[in-house]
């Protein structure tokens, strides 16, 4: 039996190579297809991207046809480099340089010599590319803006780098993908799938057809048309009352967590990335580090969040049942803390309960609920990690779970960041009572502060936010439909929009920016802001905040304005919170003054101070090309859109 064993063992190994073997060489000759590469040319044919609405059908990004210059180094022989760079407006040197840098690539397979040229360009070289061998055109599909808002939104397209083509085997050297905003969350969907066709060769270098007749040959498929939640008038809405102003716009449907506008201010013109300038223009874009264009302040820009957190200290307030909506404290106009520490009030004075604490704003009255909290508990690290759960429940302090691939998580402080920082110190909530009005280590971003007013607006509960409604073909993710609930109980949000409502009563800190007809609910907000200049932190003018949602019942909007270097909440963000708001419920404005101050607005002047001259004067240098880029396209549009009238009336004459 032993001695049947090894000669049995080698039996099997050799029977099961020779199957193998047949298998490769006989039944499947996808091997063969790659070892004939010589022999055969694969061609791929790539569809166009989905394209992309708004929640009401309003189409927002299409297509528009690019052409890539394609070369192989091996096959390029004999041509005249002179009419090649003439014709197509490039120097020698930078053809030297794309021919080397194919070859480090492969000298026998295909790389892009020069991507994204439009109708006329391409028009231009296909009359004479028999000219010039080792190079082809590889038609793709460029996006083709219908809009000049929501940059931030849509994201780009770009070449994939060799770390993509490495990782991702979909991909190949000159492919098209989705960077930042939807074109990247949702790559997969939009690119759809591209074709591929394998042709055979004779020894001439000449197609003589497909190989294996098409045997592995594959169609194309066009990728799926994305419907968003945004309402575009809103977008472009807020985009313009955010001109000459630096901070973010952050619009959410409570009931669905759809956001309905996301605006980050300074942007740009989407059109900007498209084309033969995009390299240029992103660099431009991406060196202005003083407005940060590309930098999305809705979603990642950290701000304290000033008065509009008091809401959420009066619900844990009462939640933990330290006070009831008729508790009152008594404000002097301030309020004492600790010895030579005096906490200024803008309230009127006097016996403040929660109702008058939220429409006035007082300081005094959230500071002793504040304390009251933390020193309900004689372990107050428990007591703060108990505050903080609260807050957690709301989605903050942590990433959202949206369907944007970029974000911040905000800073819920907890006990290990008090031991830590008072070491040794028997700290209590006193000592951190800046917390209460949210100027202490809590930071939020735009989506959460409007995230938190859905939530109000909810009594309790909301969705995460989401800035896709449908995608043709497949269903959004079930986690946009799943309902988070906080740790708050409903019946104590009333009392807390009861306060929010008289906001904008005689008295209240937005009295005077209501809206006829509808009954809203806000919070005017004033952060403090610092910067350190030099080593030394110093104070600049305050951030102007206003979060709201209405109506007041079946709420259909809840609303974050952060205005940076914008003074007060009532200034800038309360006006341009009324006029969102209004845009959104009535289509229309009746508050034309307020239209009028906020879109001529500008704080300008402010940020002036924040940078010197020499930066100014680089902002001015990248403005002025931009705007040259812009007119650019332009011209390049209408010459494009010339052609083709021109190719159109030529045809309905030849063919009436």
């Known amino acids: 039996m032993r001695k049947a064993l090894l000669p049995s063992i080698v039996i099997i190994a050799a029977s099961l190579l020779l199957i193998r073997i047949f298998y490769l060489q006989v039944i499947d000759d996808s091997f063969k297809l790659k070892s004939e590469n010589n022999a055969i040319k694969i061609k791929y044919d790539y569809p166009e991207r989905g394209y992309v609405y708004d929640r009401n059908g309003k189409l927002l990004i299409a297509n528009q046809p690019s052409y890539d210059i394609m070369v192989v180094p091996k096959d390029v022989k004999n041509i005249d480099t002179l009419e090649f760079c003439s014709l197509l407006d490039i120097s020698k040197e930078f053809f030297i340089k794309k021919i080397n840098k194919a070859k480090v690539y492969s000298p026998m397979l295909p790389s892009v010599f020069l991507p994204q040229l439009n109708k006329l360009e391409y028009a231009a070289f296909q009359e004479k590319i028999r000219k010039f061998s080792g190079f082809y055109i590889q038609k793709r599909s460029l996006r083709d803006y219908q809009v000049d808002y929501g940059a931030n939104v849509f994201g780009f397209i770009t070449q994939v780098n060799e770390n993509i083509v490495k990782k991702n085997p979909y991909y190949i050297g000159g492919d098209l993908i989705g960077k930042q905003g939807i074109e990247q969350s949702y790559e997969e969907f939009l690119r ?22 098409g045997k592995y040959d594959t169609i194309s498929k066009q990728g799926s048309d994305l419907t968003l939640t945004i309402d575009g008038e809103l977008q472009k809405y807020g985009e313009e009352l955010m001109i000459n102003k630096w901070g973010g716009i952050v619009a959410i449907e409570p009931k669905t967590g759809e956001i309905l506008a996301l605006v980050s201010a300074p942007s740009y013109n989407p059109a900007l990335l498209v084309g033969r300038q995009r390299s240029k223009n992103y660099t431009l874009l991406h060196n202005d580090s003083i407005a940060k264009p590309l930098y999305d302040r809705g979603l990642l820009a950290e701000y304290t969040p000033g008065s509009p957190f008091k809401i959420l200290t009066g619900l844990i307030a009462l939640q933990e049942r330290v006070v009831t909506d008729s508790t009152r404290f008594s404000c002097h106009r301030g309020f004492s803390y600790a010895r030579g520490r005096f906490m200024k009030c803008h309230c009127s004075g006097g016996a403040v309960a929660l109702h008058r604490g939220i429409y ?37 302090g942590a990433f959202m779970g949206y369907d944007l691939p970029i974000g911040k998580k905000g800073n819920i402080p907890t006990s290990k960041t008090y031991n830590r920082v008072y070491n040794g110190w028997n700290w209590d909530g006193k000592t951190i009572v800046s917390n209460a009005i949210g100027q202490g280590e809590v930071l939020m971003t735009p989506i959460q502060l409007a995230n938190f007013m859905a939530t109000v607006a909810n009594r309790g509960y909301y969705y995460t936010p989401h800035i896709v409604k449908r995608i043709k073909g497949n269903i959004i993710d079930k986690k946009y439909r799943t309902k988070h609930t906080t740790t708050i109980d409903r019946k104590y949000f009333e009392p807390i929009i009861n306060g929010m409502n008289a906001v904008y009563g005689p008295g209240g800190t937005a009295s005077g920016l209501g809206v006829t007809g509808i009954e809203i609910c806000g919070k005017t907000g004033t952060a403090e802001n610092y910067l350190k200049v030099n080593g030394k932190r110093v104070k600049l003018q305050d951030h102007s905040i206003f979060v709201a949602f209405a109506p007041r019942d079946n709420p259909k909007i809840a609303i974050a304005v952060f205005v940076e270097n914008g003074y007060w909440g009532k200034r800038w963000a309360g006006p341009i919170t009324t006029l969102m708001i209004e845009k959104y419920l009535n289509k229309k404005i009746t508050k034309v003054d307020f239209e009028k101050r906020m879109l001529t607005g500008s704080l300008k002047a402010q940020y002036d101070k924040l940078y ?39 045809d309905t004459l030849q063919n009436p």
Do not use: M
Request: proline fraction near 1%.
């Open 192 to 213: 759809g799938q591209k074709g591929v066709k394998y042709i055979l060769r004779d020894k001439f270098n000449r197609e003589i057809g497909s190989y294996k007749e």
């Open 360 to 396: 006035q704003s007082c300081n005094t009255y959230f500071s002793n609920c504040y304390i009251k909290l933390i020193n309900k508990y004689k372990d107050h690290s428990y007591a703060v990690d108990r505050w903080a759960d609260h807050l957690k429940s709301f989605g903050l």
């Open 612 to 650: 010197p001259k020499k930066h100014q004067d680089s902002i001015s240098l990248i403005n002025n090309r931009i705007k040259d880029s812009l007119a650019k396209i332009k011209r390049t549009r209408d010459s494009i859109n010339g052609v083709l009238k021109k190719e159109i009336k030529i």
